[in-house]
């Protein structure tokens, strides 16, 4: 197969990955049909809802590509089969959450979704194809997938590969546009699998610098994924940790950042300070990291990387208890206003954000919580609190009040939180805030993105992370 021969892709899953991903791959590729295909016939209605507003996902950027390639050559569909079988390629772009059941709850990835579409692939295919893992799985999950090819297929030949996705939420098109690298693992030593690994460079080769496309065997590809997602998240978990003892030092935790990052060798990305690392990936792959040092019996390994994960969780905790403690103690029926419940700016994702963790933490406390982000919709805010399971979901729910606009959020609060970076939350009319708050008016910023000594003068006590 080369360039030519792919005519259609198909994507399993129109998620945060499959959705924006295959707009900017139908974009690039006009010559390409691309159908994303998905089990949640809501999601798909609204990738198809001629109101570009109402995509399931949010991304700077990614309604523009939609707009341009959507019923062209970039197509949305329940019909999984079909999608299936037109397909010369196929991306397999499903979740693969912490597994809640069994053997490696609360650890181990949970593959039942990759295992569905490989028997489904299997199933429907009869003609050859190149199947390319895009979402992130343990190391050598394409052999569990190649086995399933093999023993249930129909004497189709298949080619695995393994693509994983690099792109952050927030950011995700321009990551796709111009990545730092796109990340190829196939196999090298036959001339069907090198065939294979050259066609899907092609098709990135379209817009990406051929020196920014790496091939590497299989295991390298699955494996530099995880690790990538576990070194990331550990500079969060070591600027974070340097917060607390700036904290009991009068170290400023942005010099910190500043002094350290300016060695070329440590580099000045992600050291930013904050209220700790939310996201559908960062937790749940370093768990994953977890169990498979665990299970090879690599226990040093297991604990350094655990580690990354207990600093996190103390972060939020810390946060949440220095609310508590600085409200003179207790929170009890106190009105606490959060602005931002997203885990980050840019995004209407709220999967793992600290937002949720701080808010159940206060909640315990007996706190009224409200509740202002501008691309979060209400209902998922008081879900993801009952998700957590702490409570009664009756409590959560007149604890928890989410509101559209920011100043009836922080209307007679004692205490402002921030929990996303959102830019609007920098420009507001803080004379107006303070003088509708109870006083005296608290601030808690977890991400210092605001303007301290400003917020000082006009005669909010303010607290920041790692000052
Ligand atoms: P998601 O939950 O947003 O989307 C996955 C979609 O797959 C869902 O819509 C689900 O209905 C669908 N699905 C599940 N099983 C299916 C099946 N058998 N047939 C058809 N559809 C099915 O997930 P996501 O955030 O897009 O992540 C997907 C993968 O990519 C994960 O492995 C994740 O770790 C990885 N990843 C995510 C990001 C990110 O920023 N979200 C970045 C890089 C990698
Ligand atoms: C992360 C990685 O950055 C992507 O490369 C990867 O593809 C993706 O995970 C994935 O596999 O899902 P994402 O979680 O979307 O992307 O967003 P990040 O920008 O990495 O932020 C993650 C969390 O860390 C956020 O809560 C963010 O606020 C926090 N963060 C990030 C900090 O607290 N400080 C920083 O300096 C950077």
Redesign the pocket.
């Known amino acids: 197969m080369n360039f030519n021969s792919i005519k259609n892709i198909c994507c399993i899953g129109a998620g945060y990955v499959g959705g924006p991903t295959m707009a900017v791959i139908a974009e690039k590729c006009p010559e390409i049909k691309i159908t994303v295909v998905d089990v949640n016939e809501e999601r798909i209605k609204a990738w198809n809802d001629n109101n570009l507003d109402n995509l399931p996902i949010y991304e700077p950027g990614l309604k523009e590509i939609v707009q341009k390639t959507r019923g062209k050559n970039l197509f949305f569909s329940t019909d999984i089969d079909k999608g299936i079988k037109e397909a010369d390629m196929i991306f397999i772009s499903v979740n693969t959450p912490t597994k809640t059941y069994g053997k490696g709850k609360g650890m181990a990835a949970d593959l039942k979704f990759i295992e569905l579409c490989a028997r489904k692939i299997a199933e429907v295919s009869t003609e050859s194809k190149i199947i390319v893992e895009k979402s992130?799985i343990p190391v050598r999950t394409a052999q569990t997938i190649k086995s399933i090819l093999d023993n249930v297929g129909t004497g189709v030949k298949y080619h695995i590969l393994s693509n994983p996705?690099?792109?952050?939420?927030?950011?995700a098109i321009d990551?796709l546009h111009n990545p730092d690298r796109v990340l190829i693992g196939g196999d090298h030593d036959s001339k069907e699998g090198q065939d294979a690994l050259d066609t899907l460079t092609s098709i990135y080769e379209k817009w990406v610098p051929r020196e920014r496309i790496l091939q590497t065997n299989v295991w390298s590809s699955e494996l530099s994924?995880l690790t990538?997602?576990a070194f990331?998240?550990q500079?969060?978990s070591s600027?974070?940790a340097m917060t607390a003892l700036c904290e009991k030092t009068g170290a400023d935790i942005e010099e910190l950042a500043r002094a350290v990052g300016t060695d070329t060798r440590i580099g000045n990305?992600?050291?930013?300070?904050?209220v700790?690392?939310?996201?559908?990936?960062?937790n749940k792959?370093i768990l994953n990291l977890v169990y498979i040092c665990k299970s090879l019996n690599l226990n040093e390994v297991a604990s350094y990387w655990e580690q990354v994960l207990l600093i996190n969780d103390y972060q939020k905790y810390r946060f949440a208890d220095n609310i508590i403690t600085t409200l003179y103690n207790t929170v009890t029926d106190k009105k606490i206003a959060f602005l931002g419940w997203a885990?980050?700016k840019n995004?209407n994702?709220t999967r793992e954000?600290?937002a949720i963790y701080v808010a159940d933490y206060l909640i315990e406390d007996k706190a009224n919580i409200y509740v202002y982000d501008p691309k979060v919709e209400h209902p998922k805010m008081i879900r993801d609190l009952n998700e957590l399971n702490t409570r009664d979901s009756s409590i959560n729910e007149s604890s928890l009040s989410p509101v559209d606009d920011p100043y009836l959020a922080v209307k007679d609060a004692h205490a402002v939180a921030i929990l996303t970076?959102w830019d609007e939350f920098i420009e507001y009319d803080w004379e107006k805030i303070f003088s509708i708050m109870k006083k005296p008016a608290f601030v808690f910023d977890g991400?210092n993105i605001l303007d301290s000594k400003k917020l000082t003068k006009i005669g909010f006590k303010v607290y920041q992370i790692g000052k």
């Open positions: 992130t996705e690099f792109l952050a939420e927030g950011t990551d994924k990538a997602n990331l998240a500079r969060v600027i974070n990305k992600f050291l930013k300070p904050s700790g690392f939310g996201g559908s990936c960062f792959d885990f980050k995004t994702d954000s600290a970076e991400r």
